[in-house]
């Protein structure tokens, strides 16, 4: 499960967010950079507090690439026995080095290198920390100023950095200034902890004071823990929905709501004809979702499914390389979207647009299996989805120039 790191200043902050459910207490000054450190007095404080209740983790600062400065600095830290020490990494020529000069540390403490999304990086960093025996890395953003993560890295590119960490047997996180709606954007690619500071405070400005209700609203978007089977008269859906946990459709009283992209373009590599390879061409997808409403007024981001999950899904596919057929890409996408435990059925329309006067392509609709809730059981839905029902094609298939 995804879990939720939230950014604080000192003692009085961490009981507050320790309150409001946060999985990781993470100390950094916002005040003095991205990654501002927190006098260790201060660390040795909130560690006392929080007494073993969750992970600590704080901030080295925004330091110069200078390996000995980065090594004294991190030493310092983990002195104050915090469980994670994060350091950040700029673009330098001496970043290997810095990256080298941590390993000793790393055999005895767990260290998180921390990039930027706003800077530019080799492409191999997983495995240069991996090979340090960092514990994990995560991305952020250097300059508040500029945005949030999702206005320098692409969803696809997020997964992609999830991925590329796992692989290394590096944990995961991602950060940077990240709002409510990013949330269920990026649950979907699995990382092991989101980050946050801002979105924690009043008028979600990061500079202000953590506020108890701000808290509460994010870690009702981050799913908790598996919850024990219950009685299903008595299942509260809005509850469920703030942690995670949807109801069958055959179970659910609310039915559902349609969301949908219209008219949404992207250049595709696809194509089963030799011409059609090494070049993108124009595509044209409109997809319907239904989704089981969990109350009948929404209120916030915990009781709607954004349409954000469609478009991020289609990118994320498109993403990927050459795909020889209308009828893979449709279903890519149509899987993508079922991966939500809320969505039942998609509809996804896949038209090429450049292979003569009109559109050719496909139409697919697919469902989600449903299992009954065993009496007195939890109407959560299966772990696996597998689409079912029939395709409806529209035009020929892609890779024919012709109808």
Do not use: W
Not at 49 to 69: I, K, Q, W, Y
């Amino acid at each position: 499960m995804t879990k939720m790191l939230a950014s604080i200043r000192d003692r009085r902050e961490a009981e507050i967010v320790l309150r409001g459910g946060a999985d990781i207490i993470d100390l950094k000054d916002p005040d003095n950079g991205a990654l501002g450190a927190v006098a260790p007095e201060v660390i040795r404080e909130v560690v006392d507090f929080v007494a073993g209740a969750r992970p600590v983790s704080a901030a080295c600062g925004d330091l110069p690439m200078d390996p000995e400065t980065i090594r004294r600095q991190a030493e310092a830290i983990a002195a104050t026995d915090v469980d994670y020490i994060k350091i950040g990494f700029f673009p330098s020529d001496r970043l290997s080095a810095c990256i080298g000069a941590l390993a000793g540390l790393a055999e005895h403490k767990k260290l998180i290198g921390v990039l930027f999304a706003d800077r530019d990086y080799p492409d191999d960093l997983p495995a240069a920390f991996a090979a340090a025996g960092f514990h994990g890395v995560m991305v952020d953003t250097a300059d508040k100023s500029r945005g949030r993560l999702l206005d320098h890295m692409s969803p696809d590119r997020i997964g992609n950095f999830v991925r590329a960490a796992h692989d290394k047997s590096l944990i995961s996180g991602v950060a940077g200034s990240l709002e409510a709606p990013d949330i269920p954007r990026l649950l979907v690619f699995g990382p092991d902890f989101l980050g946050f500071r801002g979105a924690l405070c009043q008028n979600q400005k990061r500079n202000a004071e953590i506020d108890a209700a701000a808290t509460a609203r994010i870690r009702a978007l981050i799913p908790e823990e598996e919850m024990p089977a219950m009685d299903a008269s008595r299942v509260d859906y809005k509850l469920l929905a703030a942690r995670g946990y949807f109801p069958n459709p055959e179970d659910s009283k609310l039915g559902t709501d349609k969301i949908f992209v219209r008219d949404f373009v992207l250049p595709v590599q696809i194509g089963a004809y030799s011409f059609e390879h090494g070049k993108a061409q124009k595509v044209r997808f409109d997809v319907t979702a239904d989704v089981l409403r969990v109350t009948p007024n929404p209120e916030d981001m915990r009781h709607v499914v954004s349409y954000d999950l469609i478009m991020d899904g289609i990118r994320t596919i498109v993403a990927r390389g050459h795909i020889e057929l209308a009828e893979t890409l449709a279903e890519q996408v149509a899987a993508f979207i079922l991966e939500h435990p809320r969505v039942t059925r998609v509809v996804v329309r896949a038209e090429k647009l450049e292979l003569g006067p009109g559109g050719v392509g496909v139409e697919i609709e697919r469902k989600r299996e449903t299992h009954s809730a065993s009496k007195g059981g939890s109407s959560a839905p299966p772990a696996t989805t597998r689409a079912t029902a029939s395709a409806r094609k529209s035009g020929s298939t892609f890779g024919k120039p012709d109808a």
